[in-house]
């Protein structure tokens, strides 16, 4: 499977999806050669994507929040969130490299735009809230009575040990259908595990 969001096709969750996901963000590891090597290789279902154009975030999401599938892109905090209901949590790796998956988060501004689809529709949310938590907070990714929110997590530095999370919350704006035009702004994506191998091998 391309590593290229624009090439992977949006499938539904599978039963393999099913069994390798883990919804325990706690237990992630740091990014290393070691589960790099064993993510390239993993192939799970992209289950929808994400773009911040403002911070050059555009990566595939994949169900649950195992270390390979947080070195491919997002990973989904809850196995039962629906994109555009309730609250759609999202993780991803802080990385050295600014450019590589969640890592720019901490430099969000608030009123960014954040787009979600799932293969159908696309979901514009607008950041209002971004802070720095511990790691064990996990009020973050509670539901909001009657509002339709987003919320992305990543660490607040990309060293192992980090017990700090940058939260950064997005507001249900609009809801459009998937077509040609909307998805327009998922189609950039760089090559994650060549530029994360780069980095770890300094080349």
Not at 6 to 19: F, G, L, M, S
Not at 140 to 165: D, M, Q, Y
């Amino acid at each position: 499977m391309s590593n290229h969001a624009a090439d992977q096709k949006i499938e539904r969750v599978t039963a393999t999806d099913k069994k390798h996901a883990t919804f325990n963000y706690s237990g992630v590891e740091a990014a290393n050669i070691s589960n790099m090597l064993k993510a390239m290789r993993s192939n799970p279902s992209v289950i929808g994507k994400i773009a911040i154009p403002s911070d050059d975030i555009h990566l595939p999401i994949y169900y649950g929040v195992s270390n390979y599938v947080l070195l491919k892109g997002a990973g989904t905090l809850s196995p039962t969130q629906k994109m555009g209901e309730g609250n759609y949590a999202l993780a991803s790796h802080h990385v050295p490299n600014k450019h590589l998956l969640f890592s720019s988060l901490g430099k969000i501004k608030l009123k960014s735009w954040i787009y979600l689809t799932d293969g159908e529709h696309v979901y514009i949310y607008k950041t209002y809230l971004k802070k720095i938590v511990n790691e064990d907070n996990i009020g973050v990714l509670r539901a909001v009575s009657g509002e339709k929110i987003c919320t992305l997590v990543t660490c607040r530095t990309w060293h192992p040990g980090e017990t700090k999370r940058i939260v950064v919350k997005g507001r249900l704006i609009k809801e459009e259908p998937a077509n040609n035009k909307t998805l327009k702004v998922f189609a950039h994506q760089s090559n994650i595990f060549e530029s994360l191998l780069k980095m770890h091998l300094g080349y």
